[in-house]
């Protein structure tokens, strides 16, 4: 019995559920604390853990504008819970161990490999290493082309910080800004909409966080391996395919609305249709105002950010990857085709499972909280749903519902961050019973479909 209570007996998603909530409630805790509110106030519990939920889950859905309520030391906290809880904890971990020459065990790795979402846990210390090194240069690399392009707009140290501090918070696809003032929170990018430089840097810090690290590694060692994965074939075909849909769909719903795109020049409408197209992909800011879209954009937004991001980045929803699966089962049925076959690869069938389970479980999730969050909340139901799946996808787009909800409502939002950071499937495993191999198999039946 004293087992169960060992961190050598739990699987690897039930460390990672655990380790995750343990961070939450440690960094809610600091966030109520008064230095960390620029008042010296005592925050609400609720609202901090709120907080600490959407950092940690680097998802940017806020109920307390960041820039205008916390204090330095609050926002240290929270660009810290946004690194911490982007590259994982156990990277972090691992970061700590090599730097002290400390022997990773297989224990770790096995935890590794499912934070990773790898298939195995050869190279995965190696590919560790590379996500540390990678990490750390994008975010720096960006941190000074924003600095210096802020240096224009405000004093030199202000800007240095907001440089460092966006990176972080852009690469991890985190969303949190500081732009917020005392007469107009949650303004995120807006002033900056027809900003090339400030554009720019931010979509390539999103893309760079969203397409994950697997393939970010898999394109650096092309030129020495000459060859990429069909994971990153997929996930680069995936990504370029959606990220132009969307600019596409969003420039041609919104050219003529006075309210978004209808006041900008042909390069500004181009612009601001492109980072909508990529905020979407589970990072949160936004340049133009949200409630001013039409409706049919709006629902447009929530598919892209239930597709969300790609497998072990630092982004949610159901992965660009998962999309695609479905996407060519859909094309191999109506084909009459037997073999699922992508990039003249074919597709375990096992792979589809997997990604029908995960589509399934996270629709039903977004349904069920939208369904309760349509009782406890006295808004429209496409601003509920907007909220809904945004925390999922782990977004951080807001139509301005997140300010507003009710206790409940802020927990139930809290508990979907989570569920959308670890994924459905990695929270089945952490709770369920460990899986036992069955001795027998029931005969085939029949039934009819469609």
């Not at 409630?25 to 853990?49: H, I, K, N, Q, Y």
């Not at 840097?201 to 397409?211: E, K, P």
């Not at 020495?224 to 420039?251: A, D, E, P, W």
């Not at 039409?294 to 629902?299: G, I, Y």
């Amino acid at each position: 019995m004293l087992s169960l209570f060992r961190i050598s007996y739990w699987s690897p998603p039930r460390v990672l559920v655990t380790g995750f909530a343990l961070i939450i409630l440690f960094g809610g805790f600091l966030l109520t604390l008064p230095f960390s509110s620029r008042e010296g106030l005592a925050t609400p519990f609720v609202d901090a853990v709120f907080t600490a939920t959407s950092a940690t889950c680097v998802t940017g859905l806020v109920t307390l504008d960041t820039g205008s309520y916390w204090s330095i030391a609050g926002q240290i906290i929270i660009i810290c819970l946004i690194q911490v809880g982007g590259l994982g904890f156990m990277t972090m971990s691992t970061l700590f161990a090599i730097v002290l020459r400390k022997r990773i065990s297989l224990k770790e790795r096995l935890i590794l490999q499912e934070a990773m979402n790898q298939g195995s846990i050869e190279g995965i210390v190696r590919l560790i290493k590379r996500v540390l090194i990678y990490s750390l240069l994008i975010e720096l690399t960006g941190a000074i082309l924003l600095a210096i392009r802020w240096s224009f707009d405000m004093p030199i140290g202000k800007a240095v910080y907001f440089g460092a501090w966006h990176a972080v918070s852009m690469f991890n696809n985190a969303g949190f800004d500081l732009f917020g003032q005392y007469e107009t929170p949650f303004v995120s990018f807006t002033g900056y909409v027809d900003d090339p430089i400030v554009n720019f840097v931010v979509m390539a810090l999103i893309i760079l966080g969203g397409i994950g690290f697997i393939v970010m590694s898999d394109v650096i060692e092309h030129k020495k391996n000459r060859k990429l994965s069909l994971h990153s074939k997929v996930v680069l075909t995936m990504t370029g395919v959606l990220l132009l849909v969307g600019t596409i769909v969003i420039f041609i719903f919104e050219f003529s609305n006075s309210r978004t795109l209808g006041g900008l020049d042909w390069d500004g409408k181009v612009l601001a249709s492109m980072f909508q197209s990529v905020a979407p992909r589970t990072a949160g800011p936004n340049t133009i105002d949200l409630t001013a879209l039409r409706q049919a954009t709006q629902f447009f937004i929530i598919i892209l950010m239930f597709i969300g991001a790609s497998p072990g980045s630092t982004g949610g929803g159901i992965k660009t990857t998962t999309f695609a699966a479905l996407i060519y089962a859909v094309i191999a049925m109506i084909r009459g085709k037997e073999d699922i076959v992508m990039f003249k690869m074919r597709l375990h069938r096992e792979r589809i499972f997997k990604a029908l389970t995960i589509t399934m479980l996270s629709l039903a999730l977004v349904i069920m909280v939208t369904m309760i969050l349509s009782t406890t909340e006295s808004h429209s139901f496409i601003l509920i749903l907007f909220e809904t799946t945004s925390a999922f996808g782990t977004v951080g787009l807001s139509l301005g519902l997140t300010p507003e909800l009710t206790v409940i409502g802020k927990v139930l939002i809290s508990l979907t961050m989570f569920v959308g950071r670890l994924g459905p499937l990695t929270l089945a495993y952490a709770l369920g019973p460990r899986a036992e191999k069955e001795l027998y198999r029931y005969p085939e039946g029949k039934i009819t479909i469609g």
